[in-house]
């Protein structure tokens, strides 16, 4: 309502520069929900805690690629609560920074993660705070999408439900031979509440949005490739599986798009982030600004010095 009337008043003042700075920083934010939607971070994450096992783990690279593991291997790499409390913290880790260029977002032992913890499930089976569990983890995936870092999920094993749901919320997603994802939701009586839908028909398109949620289908590596789900696939040798070797070639593959100086890369991900988000008219304002942070910038002034060729 607040930001409603200050955009009138922008608008009515013709100040939509200010506007869409304004929505931009919103969006870096990623606050979909605040307390104006009757969402109390707080008081969710007291209940989360409640519901206590495994870990997110966060290891930042001295490459500028960072790997994010959803780390409970005993239940598939379930969401517990606190380990979505622990997804918001390195979220904000990430968001702070400055070197990185890339992030990993992957499962423990060998596969992705199978969607929240049916035994927390159960336990808040009420509307209310099926809700507020709701609105925390779009808040968190929503941050993790508008990081200024390239993010691919790397799936191997199996990513359902809200796994399915958190590999949309990575710029990319590489699929390891013989992975699926699955919105299994229908199967569960439920759709999607982590923000998977809506980001599922930008990646795929409606149509086929519609086909995997409607038929809960599995998508395997060669459909993923077929829909524009998946963004690579990785052939992995039986004598070479396990021993990080599916991570080595998921940070190669990453590494083609954050070879260069971190400002550089930041801020490709910024204007390909507004141009994703924003109408046109504001994604071009925002472009300008961006470009201004690397105009001049100490990557652009050496290679000016070198006299780059693109040959
Ligand atoms: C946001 C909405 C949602 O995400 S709703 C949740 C959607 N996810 C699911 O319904 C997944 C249910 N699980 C399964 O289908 C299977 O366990 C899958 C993942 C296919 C693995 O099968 P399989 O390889 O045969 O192993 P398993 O069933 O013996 O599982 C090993 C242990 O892991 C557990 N597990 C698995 N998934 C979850 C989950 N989501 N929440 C809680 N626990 C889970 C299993 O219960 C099993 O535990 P245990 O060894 O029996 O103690």
Redesign the pocket.
């Known amino acids: 309502m607040v930001l409603c009337a200050m955009r009138r008043q922008l608008l009515r003042s013709g100040s939509c520069a200010v506007w869409a700075r304004l929505l931009l920083q919103r969006q870096s934010s990623g606050c979909v929900y605040s307390s104006a939607h009757g969402f109390h971070q707080e008081e969710i994450t007291e209940k989360l805690q409640a519901f206590p096992g495994g870990s997110v783990d966060l290891l930042k690279q001295e490459s500028g690629i960072a790997v994010l593991t959803i780390n409970y291997p005993?239940?598939?790499n379930?969401f517990s609560g606190s380990m979505m409390v622990e997804l918001e913290e390195r979220v904000s880790q990430l968001e702070s920074w400055m070197d990185g260029k890339g992030v990993i977002v992957q499962g423990a032992a060998g596969t992705f993660c199978?969607?929240?913890?049916?035994?927390a499930?159960r336990a808040i089976s009420n509307p209310q705070d099926g809700m507020k569990m709701c609105m925390f983890m779009q808040n968190a995936l929503t941050r993790l999408l508008r990081l200024p870092l390239i993010s691919v999920a790397l799936v191997e094993g199996?990513a359902?439900?809200?796994?399915a749901?958190l590999t949309t919320a990575c710029d990319f997603r590489l699929m390891a031979s013989g992975s699926v994802i699955q919105f299994?939701?229908k199967h569960?009586g439920?759709v999607?509440?982590?923000g998977g839908a809506a980001r599922l028909s930008r990646i795929v398109g409606s149509q086929n949005a519609l086909k995997l949620l409607g038929g809960s289908l599995k998508v395997d590596p060669e459909v993923g490739l077929q829909i524009g789900l998946a963004d690579g696939v990785l052939e992995v040798p039986r004598a070479e599986e396990g021993a990080g070797v599916v991570l080595q070639q998921a940070e190669n593959w990453l590494s083609h798009y954050t070879e260069g100086a971190a400002p550089v890369i930041q801020a490709v991900k910024k204007v390909v982030l507004s141009g994703r988000e924003l109408p046109l008219y504001e994604a071009l304002r925002t472009e300008k600004d961006v470009f201004g942070t690397v105009w001049g910038g100490q990557a652009n002034l050496q290679a000016l010095a070198n006299k780059s060729k693109h040959r």
């Open positions: 005993s239940r598939m379930a199978s969607g929240s913890d049916l035994t499930v199996k359902l439900g809200g796994g749901e299994v939701h569960m439920l999607p509440g982590w």
